[in-house]
Structures are given as structure tokens and as C-alpha cells.
């Protein structure tokens, strides 16, 4: 009787504090196996940001087209309005650069674009650097191997000032002999320190090796120190009429500024720019005159005593710009060697360790360019690093892209164009690039829809531009060091050349 009351008097208190009591233990004997309930599944706690929503297809970017106008004597005029910011950029390209210095004469459209701005119209160099300084401006001159350049950039409201002066630099120069021996001399000097330079040095010799001498790409668009000794005042104001003429002029403007505002400026300040004297304007560039027959080297170095890294380089046959398969190409070499999470940088400075960072490119030339791979490595693994970035061009030649890869230089399309086009100067700086590489106006959005349509089959028939067989292998740094490095990896011996791009001839035994 009792028994039964504390077993009511625990079921009583054990519902009162909402619990079950437990059942009376059993003997081992009388013990049965206990019953498994199966485990319940687990709930999904609900993600209080919502279902993950999925992204659209991106849409492709095609960059706004200039309105082309015609201004006086010949110049064309690219007109881009952007009123969003009170600033203007000006570009002013003509279609000529190094590919047109005469024989003897490699650096001579560099150092004629930079006496430019060394004065013009009524000012002194000094005066007109303060004058720029003054309202706020920037304004540079430069040279490339198709074309030169000069660019503006300033204010709104100090526009018309400030084009007054571009004007006198580009139609205007003085061309003094007090500042020529000084720009001269500085031009002279930077040549003699480019072969302390190891990179510098390797871009020369790649060009010198690749094209051959007398050849409009053979040469560096700064010159060589030998043909700079011998280049005179007189040869550089009859470059610049030759090569600063309104007739192979493209004026490019964009910001805030109207088609009026932008017409007026050049009647008043480019009107009387004249080509009068100089001779005709010889349009697209021909095609090159033979010149004698030239095959490349395999491997050339250039000996760098005790110098604590090389710089490596492959060097083969490019395309032209306007090449349909440039585009394209493009899209090969960013996952190649054109982006930080490329092939080459990832093995060469992320898997090993050897290098800072390792690119390539395709240069973008009006005649068929050149591709370039390149990276500066620790002089100790000069050949092992050689052998991987040649591995690394092979099985790009030979596969091509991987679909994520497709993926995701088609990305990197899209934004680098977005960036091209991010701002006034950049897009002054674009449209004048691709005047002077005799581009339509509208061409980087057509090649930017090409590279979006791209399919993985297309590339890899292309990917055999990038093939290192029969290509040209450039080595700065320790002969003694890495020479025994390229001679395990079945290079041979390779033939020494100076930093002026020269072969050295080797001596001759007594």
C-alpha cells in the first residue's frame, strides 16, 4: 500500500514540475536490450537574408562613340561630351613615330616631341611651364612607335587658356639652341644609364632580336645612344614638319564642352597650322621595303657580372591592331600572362617563389607586332624558371583555355574596358591611341563584342600563336651563373649581345 502511494506521489510531483519520472530499475537478468528511436532530422534553420537570389547574364559594355568632325587644313576632330564633371581632356595625335626615324637616326621622333614643350609660340620653355603650372593643367608630349602624341587636361573654366597653349606646343615650337643642348643632353644620359636597366635592356634586345636591324620596329622609340650622338638640331625641325602636320592630325576631345566651344578653340588657336612646305602626306604606312634577309636567334644573353637576378624572356611574330584575331588574342594572353591570377604569374611568382610577377602581352602596333612573355627571376633558377614559363606557352599552344578561365577573362574584358572608358583623361588618352594606330573611332566596342562572343574552340585554334617553338629566348643576367642553367634545360650555347642590341663578336684567337 505504501509502495503504490510513492509511486502516485512521484507521478504526482513529477507532473508539477513538467517532467517524466523514471522508470523503477530492473535486474540485469530481467533487463531487456533498450529500443533506438530513429533520430529525427535535423531543421534547416531559415536564412534570415532570404534565398540566395541568382544573378543575370552580365550585360557587355560598349563604350560611347565620338561624334568625328572636320576642322581646318585637313585635322579631324573626335568629339565626346561628358558634362557630369567641369573638366576637359584633349588628345592630339598624328601618325607618326619611331617606325618613321630615318636610318642613323633611331630616337629622332622621341626627341622631337620632347622639344615640343621646351617653348612655344611668344613663351620661353620656363614661361610656358609656369603658365601650364598657373591654371591648374597638365599637358604632355610623347612619341610612340606608330604615332606621337600630346595631351591636355584642365579645368572648364580654364579651358580656352589652357588650349591656347597646347596649340603653341604642337603648331608653335621654338625649337631654341640654348634648350637643345640641354634636352639633348639629358636624352643622351638616359641612354647611357638604360643599360643599367636589366628590363629596360631586355625590351631592346627582344625588339632588336626579334625584328632585325633597318627595320621600323628593330630599334626602342627613345633611340640608341650611337644614332643620339650624331642627331642634330636642323634633322629635328625638319622631323617635325614632316611628322607634325594638321593633315595627319586627330584632335580628340572629351568632357564638358560643346561641339561649338570645341570648334571655335581651334579656328582661333589651329587655324593657321599649315602643312605648307612639307612634303605629302604619305596616308596608311606601306609595306616595309625588303630589307636583308634576317633570322631571329634562338637564345641571346646579355652577360649581367654578378647580378642578383635575370630577366627572361620569350619573344615571337605578333599581329597588326587592326587584325581581326587580335581581340581575340587578347582574351588568350590575359589568362596567359595579362592578369595578376594568370598562368604565368601563378607559377612563376605564387607555386615557386622565383619572381615578383611574370606578363606577357601582344603589342598593339599599326604593322605586326610582337608577342612578349617576361619576368625578372632570382639569378639561381634563371633555368628552371625559363623551362617553366616555356612549359607554360606549350600547354597553352596546345589546349587552349579551360571553360573557367573563358569565364573569367571575358570578366576581366568587361571591366578593363569599363576602366578604359572610366574617366575624361582616360578616354582622351584611348580615342587618341586608336587615332594614331589608324583604328576607327568605334573599334573597341566592336573587338569588345567579339571577345564576349568568343567560344572555347575559336581560342584554341589561336592559342598556337603562343607556341615558344621557333621562338626567340632573351637572357639578362650572370653569364657565369646561369649559363651552366641553360644548358641543362638543352638551350646551347647562346649567342652574347651588348645592351645597345649589337651582337659581340667573339674574339678571334691570336
Given at each position: 500500500?505504501?509502495?503504490?502511494?510513492?509511486?502516485?506521489?512521484?507521478?504526482?510531483?513529477?507532473?508539477?514540475?513538467?517532467?517524466?519520472?523514471?522508470?523503477?530499475?530492473?535486474?540485469?537478468?530481467?533487463?531487456?536490450?533498450?529500443?533506438?528511436?530513429?533520430?529525427?532530422?535535423?531543421?534547416?534553420?531559415?536564412?534570415?537574408?532570404?534565398?540566395?537570389?541568382?544573378?543575370?547574364?552580365?550585360?557587355?559594355?560598349?563604350?560611347?562613340?565620338?561624334?568625328?568632325?572636320?576642322?581646318?587644313?585637313?585635322?579631324?576632330?573626335?568629339?565626346?561630351?561628358?558634362?557630369?564633371?567641369?573638366?576637359?581632356?584633349?588628345?592630339?595625335?598624328?601618325?607618326?613615330?619611331?617606325?618613321?626615324?630615318?636610318?642613323?637616326?633611331?630616337?629622332?621622333?622621341?626627341?622631337?616631341?620632347?622639344?615640343?614643350?621646351?617653348?612655344?609660340?611668344?613663351?620661353?620653355?620656363?614661361?610656358?611651364?609656369?603658365?601650364?603650372?598657373?591654371?591648374?593643367?597638365?599637358?604632355?608630349?610623347?612619341?610612340?612607335?606608330?604615332?606621337?602624341?600630346?595631351?591636355?587636361?584642365?579645368?572648364?573654366?580654364?579651358?580656352?587658356?589652357?588650349?591656347?597653349?597646347?596649340?603653341?606646343?604642337?603648331?608653335?615650337?621654338?625649337?631654341?639652341?640654348?634648350?637643345?643642348?640641354?634636352?639633348?643632353?639629358?636624352?643622351?644620359?638616359?641612354?647611357?644609364?638604360?643599360?643599367?636597366?636589366?628590363?629596360?635592356?631586355?625590351?631592346?634586345?627582344?625588339?632588336?632580336?626579334?625584328?632585325?636591324?633597318?627595320?621600323?620596329?628593330?630599334?626602342?622609340?627613345?633611340?640608341?645612344?650611337?644614332?643620339?650622338?650624331?642627331?642634330?638640331?636642323?634633322?629635328?625641325?625638319?622631323?617635325?614638319?614632316?611628322?607634325?602636320?594638321?593633315?595627319?592630325?586627330?584632335?580628340?576631345?572629351?568632357?564638358?564642352?560643346?561641339?561649338?566651344?570645341?570648334?571655335?578653340?581651334?579656328?582661333?588657336?589651329?587655324?593657321?597650322?599649315?602643312?605648307?612646305?612639307?612634303?605629302?602626306?604619305?596616308?596608311?604606312?606601306?609595306?616595309?621595303?625588303?630589307?636583308?634577309?634576317?633570322?631571329?636567334?634562338?637564345?641571346?644573353?646579355?652577360?649581367?657580372?654578378?647580378?642578383?637576378?635575370?630577366?627572361?624572356?620569350?619573344?615571337?611574330?605578333?599581329?597588326?591592331?587592326?587584325?581581326?584575331r587580335r581581340p581575340l588574342l587578347q582574351l588568350i594572353n590575359t589568362a596567359l600572362g595579362g592578369s595578376f591570377t594568370s598562368r604565368l604569374n601563378q607559377n612563376l611568382r605564387e607555386d615557386h617563389g622565383?619572381?615578383?610577377?611574370?606578363?606577357?602581352?601582344?603589342?598593339?602596333?599599326?604593322?605586326?607586332?610582337?608577342?612578349?612573355?617576361?619576368?625578372?627571376?632570382?639569378?639561381?633558377?634563371?633555368?628552371?624558371?625559363?623551362?617553366?614559363?616555356?612549359?607554360?606557352?606549350?600547354?597553352?599552344?596546345?589546349?587552349?583555355?579551360?571553360?573557367?578561365?573563358?569565364?573569367?577573362?571575358?570578366?576581366?574584358?568587361?571591366?578593363?574596358?569599363?576602366?578604359?572608358?572610366?574617366?575624361?583623361?582616360?578616354?582622351?588618352?584611348?580615342?587618341?591611341?586608336?587615332?594614331?594606330?589608324?583604328?576607327?573611332?568605334?573599334?573597341?566596342?566592336?573587338?569588345?563584342?567579339?571577345?564576349?562572343?568568343?567560344?572555347?574552340?575559336?581560342?584554341?585554334?589561336?592559342?598556337?600563336?603562343?607556341?615558344?617553338?621557333?621562338?626567340?629566348?632573351?637572357?639578362?643576367?650572370?653569364?657565369?651563373?646561369?649559363?651552366?642553367?641553360?644548358?641543362?634545360?638543352?638551350?646551347?650555347?647562346?649567342?652574347?649581345?651588348?645592351?645597345?642590341?649589337?651582337?659581340?663578336?667573339?674574339?678571334?684567337?691570336?
Amino acid at each position: 500500500m505504501r509502495a503504490r502511494n510513492a509511486g502516485a506521489l512521484i507521478a504526482l510531483l513529477a507532473a508539477a514540475v513538467g517532467c517524466e519520472p523514471k522508470a523503477p530499475a530492473q535486474s540485469p537478468a530481467r533487463a531487456e536490450a533498450p529500443q533506438k528511436a530513429p533520430p529525427a532530422a535535423a531543421a534547416q534553420p531559415a536564412d534570415p537574408l532570404g534565398s540566395k537570389p541568382e544573378l543575370p547574364k552580365p550585360q557587355p559594355f560598349t563604350p560611347p562613340a565620338p561624334v568625328v568632325l572636320d576642322g581646318p587644313n585637313g585635322i579631324k576632330v573626335w568629339l565626346l561630351e561628358r558634362h557630369a564633371l567641369p573638366i576637359v581632356a584633349v588628345s592630339v595625335a598624328v601618325a607618326s613615330g619611331s617606325a618613321d626615324d630615318p636610318k642613323g637616326a633611331a630616337g629622332l621622333a622621341h626627341i622631337t616631341a620632347d622639344m615640343l614643350d621646351e617653348g612655344a609660340g611668344q613663351r620661353s620653355a620656363v614661361e610656358l611651364s609656369s603658365a601650364i603650372n598657373d591654371l591648374g593643367a597638365t599637358l604632355a608630349v610623347g612619341a610612340r612607335a606608330d604615332g606621337s602624341v600630346a595631351t591636355l587636361s584642365v579645368l572648364k573654366k580654364n579651358f580656352d587658356k589652357a588650349f591656347s597653349l597646347l596649340a603653341d606646343v604642337v603648331a608653335r615650337p621654338r625649337f631654341e639652341a640654348k634648350e637643345w643642348k640641354r634636352v639633348s643632353e639629358l636624352w643622351q644620359n638616359d641612354l647611357r644609364k638604360r643599360g643599367d636597366d636589366p628590363t629596360r635592356v631586355s625590351a631592346l634586345v627582344s625588339t632588336a632580336a626579334l625584328y632585325g636591324p633597318g627595320t621600323p620596329y628593330g630599334h626602342p622609340v627613345e633611340g640608341l645612344l650611337a644614332d643620339a650622338k650624331s642627331i642634330g638640331l636642323p634633322a629635328v625641325k625638319a622631323f617635325y614638319k614632316t611628322a607634325w602636320r594638321p593633315d595627319r592630325a586627330v584632335i580628340s576631345v572629351v568632357g564638358d564642352i560643346t561641339r561649338d566651344e570645341v570648334m571655335q578653340a581651334i579656328a582661333r588657336d589651329l587655324g593657321a597650322w599649315s602643312g605648307k612646305g612639307a612634303p605629302a602626306d604619305k596616308g596608311a604606312p606601306a609595306a616595309p621595303a625588303a630589307a636583308p634577309a634576317w633570322k631571329p636567334p634562338r637564345l641571346v644573353l646579355v652577360d649581367r657580372p654578378g647580378a642578383p637576378q635575370s630577366v627572361i624572356a620569350v619573344v615571337r611574330e605578333g599581329v597588326a591592331a587592326s587584325d581581326p584575331r587580335r581581340p581575340l588574342l587578347q582574351l588568350i594572353n590575359t589568362a596567359l600572362g595579362g592578369s595578376f591570377t594568370s598562368r604565368l604569374n601563378q607559377n612563376l611568382r605564387e607555386d615557386h617563389g622565383w619572381s615578383y610577377g611574370a606578363a606577357s602581352a601582344f603589342s598593339e602596333t599599326k604593322r605586326p607586332g610582337a608577342f612578349v612573355a617576361r619576368a625578372s627571376v632570382v639569378a639561381e633558377a634563371t633555368g628552371p624558371a625559363l623551362k617553366e614559363m616555356l612549359a607554360e606557352l606549350a600547354k597553352m599552344a596546345d589546349s587552349g583555355l579551360t571553360r573557367d578561365e573563358l569565364a573569367k577573362v571575358q570578366a576581366q574584358d568587361r571591366a578593363d574596358l569599363v576602366s578604359a572608358y572610366e574617366t575624361v583623361n582616360r578616354t582622351a588618352l584611348r580615342l587618341g591611341t586608336l587615332a594614331r594606330l589608324s583604328l576607327p573611332e568605334t573599334f573597341d566596342g566592336a573587338a569588345s563584342q567579339a571577345r564576349q562572343q568568343a567560344t572555347l574552340a575559336g581560342l584554341a585554334e589561336l592559342a598556337r600563336a603562343v607556341d615558344p617553338k621557333g621562338a626567340t629566348l632573351v637572357v639578362v643576367g650572370p653569364r657565369q651563373e646561369i649559363l651552366p642553367q641553360l644548358q641543362a634545360i638543352g638551350l646551347g650555347e647562346p649567342e652574347a649581345w651588348d645592351v645597345e642590341g649589337q651582337p659581340i663578336q667573339p674574339k678571334k684567337a691570336p
